[in-house]
């Protein structure tokens, strides 16, 4: 049963073939034997769980259900829940309990999901590798001598070690797909402005965007379903009409016109992966579908421009922890600049460190023009790119990460290697587009790769009905690692 989708579970809970109560039981003992050695989660709550599946269980008694009643469900670390810690992956937030839920958490509860935990991610959602937490790295489940990637890397490695049937991630420079790419899990970044971002604890503000991970693309429809909407509390999020992200999953792809980006098809892009991606491109014109080149002439300006803006709004969206309102505070200090510069110095882990000093520096004075604004300017041009590209086709494919999952401690001691992990994702989110990654084989090591697939502004239902059209074909998002059954 806990190989099942949200969809398979939800019909086991309406037939009354199993309550909410018996599934979280089992997904709570796979945990408690599971995750030592994953360590995907910073925070599980048992009692609180439960009295979730008993509270949705009356709700499907009394048939007033949503396809999320009674499935247990897993947040990344940063989105705030009221009555439960909230730690960003931090120490500085280390023992923060939140006093209220974001709109991500109220809307899961709404729809009757059970909260279960909340997963271990980067240290504020800085990072590929899920090797900056404060709560210790996450490890593959395909081989625990390996990386899930990153930020979003507890919810990744819970959903693909089945410790939950889906989670909740965010994407600020591709942490929801990098990581989905590298434990084979399935896992989409809405278009910037589709799920709103209060409380959601902020890195880089016009980047970020919650989004799901689940074991197929129908399941991330039903997540988006309930994420999704306006929300008059985030000034970014865009007032549409409530869609049905699911309404056309069943559509042949013939006439499909899938983009290949040359840019993305170059020795950055390992041979193993390359191979995998390119099976899956001929499955989907197999179907029907025809490829047409496309071209993203600044593709290789997005890493160095994201490492200019993201650090800049860290910079600023991390002032707020002075050890004044809310986090850790130095215990000796002499007086109050004292106080901030022990608080921050012993809070923040290297990496956060080394994005407020970037971030610092690109908005001084004297550097603005040079850096920050110049920055701007690029990002408009790697926007404009796309908007050309979806001219000639629909949809835009390619890889999601350009290696299979790297060992723990291969890439910490030289960033931007760690930086390069997001060659492929950075631009989509530079653009505001949405995105996913779906598992497509294995490369080296029998370890998994994902296909990404980016569409238009709010094209998410077209993005999920090619990725669902491919797995009715394929198997790779059902395979499981060993050891976990
Ligand atoms: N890896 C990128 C970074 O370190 C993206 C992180 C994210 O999407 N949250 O900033």
Request: glycine share 10%; aromatic share 8%; charged share 20%.
């Amino acid at each position: 049963m806990f190989d099942l989708t949200i969809s398979a579970l939800a019909s086991l809970l309406r037939d009354r073939k199993a309550s909410s109560e018996e599934l979280t039981r089992l997904f709570l003992g796979r945990i408690a034997r599971l995750d030592p050695g994953l360590n995907a989660f910073i925070t599980v709550d048992e009692e609180k769980a439960l009295a979730g599946a008993r509270a949705a269980d009356a709700r499907l008694a009394k048939g007033e259900a949503t396809p999320l009643t009674g499935i247990p469900i897993a947040h990344k670390d940063l989105f705030c829940a009221k009555g439960w810690k909230t730690t960003c992956g931090s120490r500085m937030l280390a023992d923060f309990v939140s006093p209220y839920d974001a709109h991500v958490v109220e809307q899961f509860d709404r729809a009757g999901a059970v909260l279960v935990g909340k997963t271990n991610m980067d240290e504020f959602a800085m990072g590929s590798s899920n090797e900056s937490s404060h709560f210790g790295p996450v490890r593959n489940p395909w081989d625990r001598a390996r990386v899930p990637g990153g930020s979003s890397g507890g919810s990744a490695a819970a959903v693909a070690a089945r410790l939950v049937p889906a989670a909740t991630g965010t994407d600020t420079g591709g942490s929801i797909r990098q990581p989905a790419s590298l434990t084979g899990t399935s896992g989409i970044r809405p278009t910037y402005g589709a799920v709103s971002r209060y409380g959601m604890v902020a890195f880089a503000s016009s980047l970020d965007q919650g989004g799901a991970f689940g074991k197929s693309a129908e399941d991330l429809a039903l997540m988006l379903n309930v994420m999704a909407g306006f929300d008059e509390r985030d000034s970014t999020s865009i007032e549409r009409p409530k869609e049905d992200y699911a309404r056309v999953l069943a559509r042949p792809l013939a006439g499909l016109r899938v983009g290949l980006p040359k840019e993305y098809f170059t020795a950055d892009l390992a041979p193993d992966v390359a191979a995998c991606v390119t099976a899956a491109i001929a499955e989907l014109k197999a179907q029907g579908a025809t490829t047409v080149e496309v071209s993203l002439p600044n593709q290789a300006l997005a890493v160095p421009v994201y490492y200019v803006i993201a650090p800049a709004e860290a910079s600023s969206n991390l002032s707020r922890f002075d050890g004044v309102r809310y986090g850790h505070r130095a215990a000796d200090y002499a007086d109050l600049n004292d106080m901030y510069r022990k608080t921050r110095a012993q809070g923040f882990g290297a990496e956060v460190q080394r994005r407020i000093l970037v971030g610092t520096y690109v908005l001084s004075h004297g550097y603005y023009d040079a850096y920050y604004l110049q920055a701007q300017k690029v990002r408009r041009l790697i926007a404009r790119d796309f908007t050309q590209a979806f001219k000639a086709c629909d949809v835009i494919a390619g890889p999601a990460a350009p290696t299979v999952a790297f060992p723990i401690g291969e890439k910490t001691s030289d960033p931007v290697q760690m930086y390069l992990e997001d060659l492929y994702t950075i631009s989509v989110n530079l653009a505001g587009l949405p995105g996913l990654s779906v598992p497509c084989g294995f490369g080296d090591h029998g370890l998994p790769v994902g296909l990404q697939l980016i569409g238009d502004y709010f094209d998410e239902a077209r993005m999920l009905n090619v990725a669902h059209q491919y797995q009715l074909a394929t198997d790779w998002h059902r395979r499981s690692p060993p050891g976990i059954g």
